[in-house]
């Protein structure tokens, strides 16, 4: 018939506590490792200036590779939980029904390069998954299981 809705449950967790690590990562790679990368640069001669920019746009796209799995990842965690909270006739249609199509169309996006992770994109990111994130802390409070 499928697998449980606790088991579904118990696999987006582990994805999403994975994508928590890579934002992380993320946010480590441009909070610590850019300005201690560009420290000193207004001193620097033209070659170590060269080698400074290289590593600071590598940074950048260790941050951006990063954000990317953050993005498929919670978005698996989020289709996931949709998918055990509408195999279960306490959970939300509506609510199951949303997550599940942010759920596919986050990662999609992202890997089909049609979701870029600039502020703009990422922004969407975080707002569509802190629509979700709202109306299920919501529910969780209100309904009595």
């Not at 499928?2 to 441009?30: E, F, H, W």
């Not at 990063?66 to 249609?93: N, P, Q, T």
Request: with cysteine; hydrophobic share 55%; net charge neutral.
């Amino acid at each position: 018939v499928g697998p449980q809705p606790g088991a579904l449950g118990v696999l987006a967790s582990a994805c999403y506590a994975l994508a928590a690590v890579a934002v992380m990562i993320g946010a480590v790679a441009s909070g610590f490792l850019a300005p201690a990368t560009v420290s000193g640069i207004a001193g620097a001669d033209d070659a170590a200036r060269a080698v400074m920019m290289s590593v600071l746009h590598y940074t950048g796209e260790l941050n951006e590779a990063f954000a990317k799995v953050h993005v498929i990842l919670s978005g698996v965690a989020i289709l996931l939980w949709s998918l055990a909270m509408l195999g279960d006739e306490r959970g939300s249609r509506p609510l199951g029904v949303y997550g599940a199509s942010i759920g596919v169309a986050l990662p999609a996006g992202v890997l089909s390069g049609m979701l870029r992770l600039d502020i703009h994109g990422f922004g969407l990111v975080v707002l569509t998954q802190g629509i979700w994130m709202m109306w299920i802390a919501r529910r969780l409070w209100t309904v009595r299981w």
